[in-house]
């Protein structure tokens, strides 16, 4: 936990979160029938896994390394290796259902709350970077590792708009990919 004071205003979206405040679920593509799929941590003593309630997939997530790898190209990320830092789940490396580019660059989420967290963030107009946490990237600041482009005020509404089409994928669930199908 971060025990550091740093002010903030208590109705601002500055407030005090970590990337591992995001990691309860997380929004993919599933590999066999390119639906909204869910991978989903270890818990009550389950493997982490994952589910796909269109076409009943599941999978299972064994670690084969220990830690966290901090990666920029999920291609590089070893089979069973818990890594993070780019649009791919952690535990299977796929694709995440929420992303698409923006200035240049890929906008991604794990999930919704994390796309609202990242609209409130943009959004503010009032931010400001809290100080960085260099000595663990596991306490990190979300805020201060999201990418400068994202940051820049000059972005603000494109990063904006490429939220709310996340958001509208994200409410349209399996529906949109049904329509991208049908003839
Ligand atoms: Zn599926």
């Known amino acids: 936990m971060i025990n550091k004071s740093i002010p903030t205003e208590p109705s601002t979206p500055q407030e005090l979160r970590t990337i591992h405040d995001f990691t309860d679920e997380f929004l993919v593509v599933c590999p066999r029938c390119g639906h909204k799929a869910v991978v989903k941590p270890s818990t009550d003593g389950l493997p982490p896994r994952l589910t796909c309630l269109n076409c009943g997939s599941?999978?299972?997530?064994?670690?084969?390394?220990?830690?966290?790898?901090?990666?920029?190209?999920?291609?590089?990320?070893?089979?069973?290796?818990?890594?993070?830092?780019?649009?791919?789940?952690p535990y299977f490396h796929l694709p995440l259902w929420l992303q698409t580019s923006c200035c240049g660059h890929t906008l991604w989420a794990f999930n919704q709350r994390h796309?609202?967290?990242?609209?409130?963030?943009?959004?503010?107009?009032?931010?400001?970077?809290?100080?960085?946490?260099?000595?663990?990237?596991?306490?990190?600041?979300?805020?201060?590792?999201?990418?400068?482009?994202?940051?820049?005020?000059?972005?603000?509404?494109?990063?904006?708009?490429a939220i709310v089409v996340l958001e509208t994928k994200h409410n349209n669930g399996n529906s949109q990919a049904s329509t991208a199908a049908g003839r």
């Not at 999920?74 to 789940?89: F, I």
């Not at 409130?120 to 100080?131: I, L, Q």
């Open 115 to 161: 796309l609202q967290y990242l609209r409130d963030f943009v959004a503010a107009k009032d931010r400001h970077t809290p100080p960085r946490e260099t000595k663990d990237p596991l306490n990190s600041l979300l805020t201060s590792r999201l990418p400068k482009w994202m940051q820049l005020a000059r972005n603000r509404d494109a990063v904006l708009h």
């Open 58 to 89: 599941v999978r299972q997530w064994t670690s084969a390394q220990k830690g966290v790898l901090f990666s920029k190209q999920s291609g590089t990320w070893p089979e069973g290796q818990y890594a993070l830092g780019d649009a791919a789940d």
